[in-house]
């Protein structure tokens, strides 16, 4: 939800920097104490969510905010669904998320198990602000089976998975 008196860019700085600070506490949460050194992390992102959604400068800020690297391998994103199943069958530590449009999140459910709630860390992270989430996106759009699998990125329907 937009405030009335703060800009577009004001607005993007918050999102942006309150995604990169869920994603960190996740990480924190999943892969050992704070502080602790971590591989580059790895993204598989569709070509069109990366134009779409601004992937790059997202990344940069992650990276500037956690110290953290990140690499992101592009595809097509026709072609999330199989390099998924690909990975997960011939090098399942390959990708530690993705970045994809959220129709294809069924495709992903059904055809792989590379996909999990994390309901969890929403509620555990209160400056996510999860309740300010279009409830669309909340409820519909980052689902499946009754359970949150990804957070919005930007504006359109793109998530980041992990």
């Known amino acids: 939800m937009r405030r009335s008196n703060t800009s577009t860019n004001d607005e993007w700085e918050l999102a942006s ?3 990169s ?4 506490r996740c990480m924190d949460v999943c892969d050992g104490p704070s502080g602790q050194a971590f591989r580059p992390l790895r993204l598989l992102n569709s070509r069109y969510a990366s134009a779409a959604s601004g992937t790059a400068s997202m990344v940069a800020e992650f990276e500037a905010a956690t110290g953290w690297r990140i690499i992101i391998d592009d595809v097509d994103y026709t072609e999330i669904v199989s390099e998924l199943v690909f990975a997960e069958n011939n090098a399942p530590l390959t990708y530690d998320g993705w970045i994809a449009d959220a129709s294809g999140v069924v495709d992903v459910m059904t055809s792989t198990s590379m996909l999990g709630p994390i309901d969890r860390f929403i509620q555990a992270d209160d400056a996510l602000n999860w309740p300010d989430v279009l409830n669309f996106v909340r409820t519909i759009s980052s689902t499946y089976a009754g359970s949150v699998v990804g957070v919005p990125m930007a504006g359109q ?3 980041m998975f992990y």
């Open 21 to 24: 600070g869920f994603i960190a």
């Open 17 to 19: 920097t309150v995604v």
């Open 157 to 159: 329907s793109f998530f």
